[in-house]
Nanobody
Framework: QVQLVESGGGLVQAGDSLTLSCAASGRTFSSYTMAWFRQVPGTEREYVASIMWSDSNTFYADSVKGRFTITRDNAKNTVYLQMNSLKLEDTAVYYC??????????????????WGQGTQVTVSS
């Protein structure tokens, strides 16, 4: 089992930056692929980014590529999502998720076993 707690959401203006954090507790953090998803009410949860062992094993949705950066600090059991050049369409609840690293990386929310409670990001014009 692993418990995930997100933080760092808030209200920002278009073009601003924001960094989300996800603190993990439980089993060995480094044994999990970590990911960020986001969801707007009434829509399906959308893949944002994922990271495997290190910052050199990262993957992004096309909608955020070049603007968002996912990193992890295994010593702090924390994964981050640095979001730059935020757009109105980035408004959503952002969720941190984990799945065993031996299963690889996936962009499907259905294949992640553990979830945080979510943190709201609102981008205004």
């Amino acid at each position: 089992q692993v418990q995930l707690v997100e933080s760092g959401g808030g209200l920002v203006q278009a073009g601003d930056s924001l960094t989300l954090s996800c603190a993990a507790s439980g089993r060995t953090f480094s044994s999990y692929t970590m990911a960020w998803f986001r969801q707007v009410p009434g829509t399906e949860r959308e893949y944002v980014a994922s990271i495997m062992w290190s910052d050199s094993n990262t993957f992004y949705a096309d909608s955020v590529k070049g603007r968002f950066t996912i990193t992890r600090d295994n010593a702090k059991n924390t994964v981050y999502l640095q979001m730059n050049s935020l757009k109105l369409e980035d408004t959503a609840v952002y969720y941190c998720a984990a799945r065993p690293i031996r299963l690889g990386v996936s962009s499907s929310w259905r294949l992640y076993d553990y979830w945080g409670q979510g943190t709201q990001v609102t981008v205004s014009s």
